[in-house]
């Protein structure tokens, strides 16, 4: 495999943007920053907003993050990337190092086939230490952005922390903590597509240019305040622009504990706590729609190393992983919802039925993802024993996690309209309506398990050989009370219209046997330990344990119902009524059989 070590001085003293060590990822061949190219940014998307790394072309997704040994799991509706609100990683100061490993690595890592980014946290030592920082940036020397409209934008952002460890007692115990805060206001630069003044009153251009009246329906009046009223050119079509400079505020608190304890020579235990607490409030590109996000990401670990002798070692670790998340669109614009009891959804004007899709106009309402919830837990047992007999250097173990996933994460709670044109809007005539009547959260269960061998064998001094093996197991993504629901398909593969409901989602387990042979060499050709040529052969899988986005929008417990050239009076959805006259159902789900 190839690895990329990052030590603490190079996460110390390297510039980073942020404080967010991460970055520092990049500095390894083939890993690429893809932060920038999801859709979505910070609260504008209910994706998680961590960065996002590819590596050696694989999907961010596909990576797994390793604190002091155990799954450092984030949460939200599409992957569980770690990561604040303030889309960082905090936690400088208590990095001691962390370490990439990517392609064709050995049978000791598993459940991902992406890297597998390991981190290390520092500890106490018998000479007290720690530090006392804050770093402030602010829009004093800001230039004027060229869709600035009036004052330069407010930016202030603040990250401060402290962190101190010493020895309890010398040579025998130690402890080390590390506080870090993040505070942010910005002042975004709106350039907002709205339904220009002229359209307000009801006047659209023909085909001819010239205004004429189509006047402005009772229902689609109330949700014209929506936008933000024109203050820029007209672009022509009855679409205007609106200048603003909506105020996005974020929250990020991180903490770390950790205490190690010598017990003898032959034996140590180390027990670590971490927690990261953050919220966040951002306009989207239409400064009365605002999304609220909330995460909180805690891992709490103990690692006991025992030495038999020189060349036998045996570690020992359990540990808890928990990640929550929720994430909700606001506006604060009193508009009635079309969902009994709810916000006004989302609104779409010229653009498709996709969740929060492209448009002419942009889009107003709150969020189509709004009110999603989820928490993720994970509990985790490894051991793992490394033996060294003449140029062999063995490695075994086994690996356990039960995995929890309580959520809600059905979209369309609210409703969308999605009107094909800015004509048929002003008429109040939706074209698809878009909802989900009732939802109810679900809990989804899954047990993994592996167990592997290496065997590294040094030959000479120029030439090391890997061999492995690695077996991994899932029982599967269970219901915790018999409400998995998932649509199939006949013998012609027609999916059926109604969902077939059960304990699991799979009508086959492919993951109770999943072999995964290794094979690498690393060779010295020239003797000189400059020059190493790295080769590897290894079969690797994901294991599917985070498709609750995917599980969570079908009937009968979250149906989602559309509804085609309806008017905008009289449209009102009544939890827990039978749909409107006219719904078709959406149906969602995965391959029941999936590999």
Do not use: C
Not at 152 to 170: D, H, L, M, V, Y
Not at 172 to 195: C, I, M, W
Not at 367 to 381: E, P, Q, W
């Amino acid at each position: 495999s190839t690895a990329g070590l990052v030590g603490e001085r190079e996460v110390k003293d390297l510039p980073l943007n942020g404080r967010s060590y991460d970055a520092l990822l990049s500095l390894n061949p083939g890993i690429v920053n893809y932060s920038s190219e999801r859709s979505g940014g910070i609260g504008t998307s209910n994706s998680a907003v961590g960065s996002m790394f590819a590596v050696s072309g694989r999907r961010p997704q596909e990576n797994l993050f390793l604190l002091n040994g155990i799954e450092y799991t984030g949460a939200s509706e599409i992957n569980v990337t770690p990561g604040g609100a303030s889309g960082q990683l905090l936690g400088v100061e208590a990095v001691r190092e962390f370490n990439v490993v990517s392609e064709n690595y050995g049978a000791q890592y598993g459940k991902r086939p992406g890297a597998q980014i390991s981190i290390v946290t520092a500890s106490g030592a018998n000479q007290p230490h720690g530090s006392v920082y804050e770093f402030l940036r602010n829009s004093a020397f800001d230039a004027r952005n060229f869709f600035d409209f009036g004052d330069i934008p407010q930016f202030e952002r603040n990250e401060f922390g402290a962190s101190a460890g010493a020895a309890i007692q010398r040579d025998k115990t130690f402890v080390f903590a590390n506080y870090e805060g993040f505070r942010q206001h910005l002042g975004l630069s709106d350039v907002t597509l709205v339904p220009d003044n002229n359209a307000r009153a009801g006047y659209l251009p023909n085909s001819s240019g010239v205004l004429s009246y189509v006047g402005v329906a009772a229902g689609a009046q109330q949700l014209l305040s929506l936008w933000p009223v024109q203050n820029g050119p007209s672009l022509g079509g009855g679409i205007g622009e609106a200048y603003s400079h909506p105020l996005q505020t974020i929250r990020e608190d991180f903490g770390t504990t950790r205490l190690d304890h010598n017990f003898s020579d032959t034996d140590a235990l180390f027990g670590v706590f971490t927690v990261d607490d953050s919220q966040d409030n951002t306009p989207t590109a239409n400064p009365l729609s605002l999304a609220f996000e909330a995460l909180r990401e805690q891992v709490a670990s103990v690692q006991e190393t025992h030495v038999f002798s020189a060349n036998a070692l045996n570690s020992a670790r359990v540990g808890y992983s928990r990640a929550s998340y929720f994430f909700t669109g606001q506006t604060p614009v009193n508009v009635p919802g079309w969902v009994q009891g709810d916000p006004i959804g989302a609104v779409v004007i010229g653009g498709g039925t996709a969740s929060n899709g492209a448009s002419q106009i942009t889009g107003a309402g709150t969020n189509v993802g709004s009110n999603l919830a989820a928490v993720r837990n994970l509990f985790t047992y490894e051991d793992h024993v490394s033996l060294t007999h003449g140029i062999h250097r063995l490695e075994a173990g086994v690996w356990v996690q039960r995995i929890q996933n309580n959520d809600n994460l059905a979209q369309n709670q609210y409703g969308q309209a999605s009107f094909s044109s800015l004509t048929s809007f002003l008429a109040g005539t939706v074209g698809t309506f878009t909802v989900v009547p009732a939802s109810t959260p679900l809990g989804w269960r899954s047990l993994e398990a592996a167990e592997y061998v290496q065997d590294s064998i040094r030959v000479g001094n120029r030439l090391e050989i890997s061999l492995g093996f690695r077996v991994e197991h899932s029982n599967g993504m269970q219901e915790a009370h018999g409400r998995a629901s998932n649509y199939g398909f006949d013998a012609n593969g027609v999916i059926q219209t109604q969902p077939a409901v059960g304990n699991s989602v799979f009508t086959v387990n492919r993951g109770k046997f999943l072999p995964e042979p290794r094979a690498g060499l690393a060779w010295d050709p020239f003797g000189r330990g400059k020059t190493v040529i790295h080769a590897g052969f290894g079969l690797y899988h994901a294991q599917l344990d985070s498709l609750s986005y995917r599980l969570d929008q079908n009937g009968p417990f979250n149906t989602t119902v559309s509804l085609k050239n309806v008017s905008l009076n009289g449209l009102s959805i009544v939890p827990g009524a039978a749909p409107p006259s006219g719904s078709l159902v959406s149906p969602s789900g995965i391959q029941p059989d999936a590999w």
